[in-house]
């Protein structure tokens, strides 16, 4: 008698159930590439901006390794929209993350053709009127080239017009003047040159120091009197050239002054004792070497 052979079904459940679970893991994983996928920071810190771009402000930093749920991304570009834990939502550069998600198939929600907006609210420029002197205070972060362009100048002219010997060094609360031109050199100023004098019946030693806007002791010490009482008729006398003093404009500096009367800045600073050479008041009078 011929045995039957009877089908081997052992192990059919099995293999249904591993069907039916990959059926169920599939779909699982294409929604796990799209928004809603979790992601890890994969750097020391990462920047999470306004936008997707580092023109864009950057709102907050997140460690290593904090976990941010995906939510789009840009129609261009490796950035993608994330939101925190706390619920704070913001754009991060992807390839500083890690995840198994399939960021292609994240929304688009940032068309990258869209021109991006200013980081910082920049005031437009302001042009000051004929003969109305213009200054600006330096901010914290400000340097002479940006505050050129706000401006519509050139930070080369910021720079001689406020006698800047370093145009790379401005601090904060530092007063600029604004300029469109640089200063024309003008003809130094010439010094009074020193003469002599001859001394007549009746004048003084206080009478012609007067006459020459000098004073008897400096008279005195340059003819080497020693009793200032005593001149007499027919002396000659040396007579030193007068000081010059200078009255400061509005909009003048020490490079300008220097260069009106032909003397260097140095010499004006010592002569007058200045801490700041950036710094010279409306009104102030300054000894001219």
Do not use: C
């Amino acid at each position: 008698m011929t045995a039957k052979i009877r089908p081997h079904f052992k192990g059919f459940p099995l293999l249904m159930m591993l069907v039916l679970l990959v059926g169920m893991v599939m779909p699982t994983m294409g929604v796990m590439a799209q928004a809603g996928s979790v992601a890890a920071v994969n750097t020391g810190r990462l920047n999470v901006r306004t936008g997707p771009g580092v023109q864009f402000k950057s709102v907050t930093s997140i460690p290593y390794n904090t976990t941010i749920t995906l939510i789009g991304r840009a129609s261009k570009g490796v950035w993608v929209q994330v939101q925190l834990a706390s619920g704070q939502q913001g754009w991060v550069n992807s390839t500083l993350i890690r995840t198994y998600a399939d960021l292609s198939l994240l929304p688009i929600t940032y068309n990258s053709d869209a021109p991006p907006p200013p980081t910082t609210d920049v005031p437009p420029p302001t042009y000051p009127l004929p003969g109305t002197p213009t200054y600006y205070v330096v901010k914290a972060g400000d340097d002479l080239k940006t505050i050129a362009a706000r401006y519509g100048t050139t930070w080369q002219i910021l720079a001689s017009v406020n006698g800047l010997s370093n145009a790379n060094y401005i601090y904060p609360g530092q007063r600029l003047l604004i300029a469109y031109s640089a200063p024309v050199p003008s003809q130094p100023v010439p010094q009074p040159s020193a003469g002599t004098h001859v001394v007549k019946a009746g004048e003084t030693l206080a009478s012609i120091a007067a006459l020459y806007g000098t004073s008897p002791s400096t008279l005195a010490a340059v003819n080497g009197i020693t009793n200032v009482n005593l001149v007499y008729a027919g002396q000659v006398l040396k007579i030193p050239a007068a000081p010059r003093y200078y009255t400061v404009q509005a909009g003048d500096t020490l490079a300008t002054i220097a260069t009106k009367y032909g003397v260097t800045i140095q010499s004006l600073v010592t002569a007058n004792n200045i801490t700041n050479i950036n710094l010279v008041k409306t009104g102030q009078k300054l000894l001219i070497p």
